[in-house]
């Protein structure tokens, strides 16, 4: 498959705006193309909905944001695009005809995608050009947050197919999840729809509200299914014999009459039931002001998540890891290439300030700062080599002092950036000065200088960095060398101010 720089998608409806959101914040470039012309503005205005919560959910450096086109030619966008993803609606002749079509006009070598909910590949490839470069695609809303992508192979998809494309979800911070077998609703569709059929079945009985339903999920088994699937909660709850014991305990229930399975009627008093049940739980917010709670726990939850390297935390952690090495590797080229002048001193980190980072001020929280500080240096350390690799080895580079000055203020929303200035380096001390800039206006907000000390766990004593490490940050700290020594270096807490601030 060709390297993907430029994402076509057909259909720029819910799921198209999530894929565009996606890929254009990961530096992919994305030609959008729908029928009808007015989605230009609607698509426009998604991902402009999604970026706050994105914004919000790594700190590692990102490559530009890519450039969003539209189109309603869709042989404009399967001319350019290096990868096609299709979310149009979801009929399958309509499917069949637009991916013949697509497939018309798109290189052999281009892989075309469906987010199709439920058909299946063999039956979307069947009229299409080259369908070995086919396969299913199964995102989930809002798919510029959640990272599950079901991919599914038809009888003609050709081996490395799902293996290329399952590249591609991953470099845009996906888990591409393969689907061995086709089977009409993929696997996770055939699992919420069964817990759906439910639902309507007990609303239709008067057993329960939509709330109440809501409530029994949210407060006990929607918790746990966050990190652990069904499956090894169960194991758990079987206690030393795990699973083995769940079945002999509760297997029998299964055969009892708990679940219907086949779906009730959608009369009139059950869509009434449904839909009133709902409007009650939103309780007068509007769709956009859930979606925007709805994305700020999911950025939350996967935060919290990556702290145990576990499920969307893991997949987060190992995209985070990537764009480090990235960051680091397109560094160390410009470095190299003598005609691009350095740029002194380093620019580590840009963020943003979230909200959960404000007191009652609205303003930046002190503790927060000392937090970026954190996340800037451990980008030195990444650029240097002291990375996740590394630290697996034991070793790694400990904080010894730091002193933090407060000059200036930041508020929900605005925009950050940490530069650093290596101030000495030995064989086991790394000595740096940070400074913190607003981004509106790069007034200096914050300095930090720290001490590092380089140690070993295993032996829990200091010892003297990989040579490698050293000559990378001896190479920085010469280049520092040529920088003034910053006027607050040094200074003790509690002196009188004597210095300028708003570099
Ligand atoms: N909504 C979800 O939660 C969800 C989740 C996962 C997958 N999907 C799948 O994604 C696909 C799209 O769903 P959606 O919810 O985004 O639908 P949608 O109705 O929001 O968007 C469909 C878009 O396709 C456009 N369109 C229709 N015919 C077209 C054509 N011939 N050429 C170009 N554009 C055309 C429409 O103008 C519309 O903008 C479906 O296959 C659906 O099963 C949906």
Not at 113 to 128: F, K, V, Y
Not at 245 to 268: I, N, R, V, Y
Request: glycine residues 8%; neutral net charge.
């Amino acid at each position: 498959m060709r390297m993907v720089k430029i994402l076509g998608l057909l259909g720029t409806g819910v799921i198209g705006g999530g894929w565009a959101a996606r890929a254009l914040h990961f530096g992919i470039d994305v030609i959008a193309a729908d029928v009808k012309p007015e989605m230009e503005e609607w698509i426009r205005g998604a991902v402009a909905n999604a970026e706050p919560a994105l914004a919000r959910l790594t700190f590692a450096p990102l490559p530009p944001k890519g450039k969003l086109s539209f189109t309603t030619d869709l042989r404009v966008m399967a001319e350019r695009a290096d990868f096609i993803q299709e979310n149009i609606p979801e009929q399958l002749p309509l499917k069949q005809r637009m991916l013949a079509e697509v497939s018309r006009y798109a290189a052999a070598d281009v892989i075309i995608a469906s987010s199709t909910s439920g058909l299946t590949p063999t039956e979307l490839q069947r009229d299409m050009i080259s369908p070995g470069r086919f396969c299913v695609a199964h995102p989930f809303n809002p798919v510029y947050l959640l990272p599950l992508v079901e991919l599914v192979g038809g009888q003609k998809t050709v081996q490395g197919t799902l293996a290329a494309a399952a590249k591609f979800f991953t470099y845009i911070g996906m888990h591409p999840l393969h689907v061995r077998r086709e089977v009409p609703g993929h696997l996770t569709d055939r699992l919420q729809e069964a817990l759906w059929r439910e639902i309507l079945h007990l609303v239709n009985d008067g057993v329960a509200t939509t709330g109440e339903l809501d409530e029994s999920i949210i407060y006990g088994p929607g918790l746990r299914w966050a990190a652990m699937g069904t499956n090894l909660i169960y194991h758990l709850a079987g206690g030393e014999s795990g699973m083995r014991h769940m079945l002999a305990q509760f297997g029998p229930c299964l055969k009892w009459p708990w679940t219907k399975l086949e779906a009730p009627e959608l009369s009139d008093t059950l869509i009434d039931r449904m839909v009133e049940g709902t409007q009650a739980q939103a309780a007068g917010r509007s769709i956009r002001e859930l979606e925007r709670l709805r994305d700020d726990y999911l950025v939350a939850i996967q935060q919290v998540l990556r702290q145990y390297n576990i499920g969307a935390g893991a997949t987060l952690r190992s995209l985070e890891e990537r764009l480090y090495l990235d960051a680091a590797t397109a560094h160390a080229a410009r470095a190299n290439h003598s005609d691009t002048p350095q740029r002194l001193p380093l620019r580590l980190l840009d963020t943003a300030v979230r909200p959960e980072w404000v007191d009652y001020n609205r303003h930046m929280s002190d503790f927060r700062y000392g937090q970026v500080f954190g996340e800037a240096i451990d980008a030195l350390f990444r650029r240097v080599g002291v990375d996740e690799a590394y630290r697996g080895t034991g070793r790694m580079y400990y904080t010894v002092e730091n002193h933090i000055m407060h000059v200036g203020e930041a508020k929900v929303g605005e925009s950050l950036y940490v530069t650093a200035q290596v101030l000495e380096v030995d064989d086991k001390r790394l000595h740096v000065f940070q400074r913190l800039h607003r981004g509106r206006d790069d007034r200096q907000i914050a300095t930090a200088e720290q001490m590092y000390l380089h140690a070993d766990t295993a032996l829990a004593k200091a010892t003297p960095a990989d040579a490698e490490v050293r000559a990378k940050l001896e190479s920085i700290r010469g280049e520092h060398a040529r920088l003034p020594l910053p006027p607050e270096a040094g200074r003790s807490v509690g002196r009188t101010r004597n210095t300028q601030t708003g570099s």
